[in-house]
């Protein structure tokens, strides 16, 4: 059994300034989740969102950003 690694990712949208997260969508069809981890400490903690817990992140995000 092969299992799948998260792809991680920041958005094109942060500027590297080094106050990012990153994610990894593609583990979402496989387990459900979306993992989030900061981008300053990779090797720290992850949290894992469900799907429609991230889409509430990133609206909130949006509406945070203006």
């Not at 998260?6 to 106050?19: A, D, E, H, I, V």
């Not at 979402?28 to 720290?44: C, L, Y």
């Not at 889409?55 to 509406?63: C, T």
């Amino acid at each position: 059994m092969t299992t799948e690694s998260p792809r991680w990712f920041t958005s094109s949208y942060s500027g590297n300034g080094g106050q990012c997260i990153e994610v990894a969508t593609n583990l979402v069809a496989t387990r459900g989740t979306v993992p989030v981890r900061d981008s300053k400490t990779p090797e720290g903690p992850h949290l894992h969102l469900t799907p429609q817990a991230f889409a509430g992140l990133v609206a909130l995000a949006k509406q945070a950003h203006g």
